[in-house]
């Protein structure tokens, strides 16, 4: 059931910022992307470390800035990198939405359209790289 309801809360998170909104409304949200905290980058770096199959092949690493939505408390960043898959072969740059209350990870979803905005400012991140 705990399962259910951080999808469902990540679905409904990326859909209020990419799918059911006016175009002037998703001008707003990109409009006040804001650079991540330290406190943010390592809630992602923590996640990413814990929770991806193999985060220490991972190449060409990006993040993005934070997205807030009505709530200020939960922001929207997204993870653009190049990883290993359970075979041992690089997938190409994947793109991973994760929701953050705070600095807590609620949760992620994979290729979400609102990390595709041309918008959406990505910057390098070497935490992770250097984890490697």
């Known amino acids: 059931m705990g399962r259910r309801v951080r999808i469902a809360t990540v679905m409904i998170a990326c859909i209020g910022i990419s799918g059911c909104v006016t175009e002037q409304q998703k001008a ?20 990413v470390k814990t929770d991806f199959f193999d985060p220490y092949s991972m190449r060409d690493v990006s993040i993005s800035n934070a997205l807030s939505g009505s709530d200020p408390a939960k922001n929207l960043i ?3 990198a190049n990883a290993k898959n359970r075979m041992g072969a690089y ?3 994947r793109t991973t939405a994760i929701l953050l209350n705070g600095s807590i990870v609620q949760n992620s979803s994979t290729d979400d359209p609102a990390c595709t905005d041309a918008r959406l400012q990505y910057g390098p991140f ?7």
Do not use: F, K, W
């Open 126 to 132: 070497p935490e992770l790289e250097r984890a490697a």
């Open 28 to 47: 707003s949200i990109y409009g006040m992307q804001r650079p991540l905290s330290a406190a943010e980058r390592a809630a992602v770096l923590n996640y």
């Open 91 to 93: 997938t190409g740059l």
């Open 78 to 80: 997204c993870l653009r």
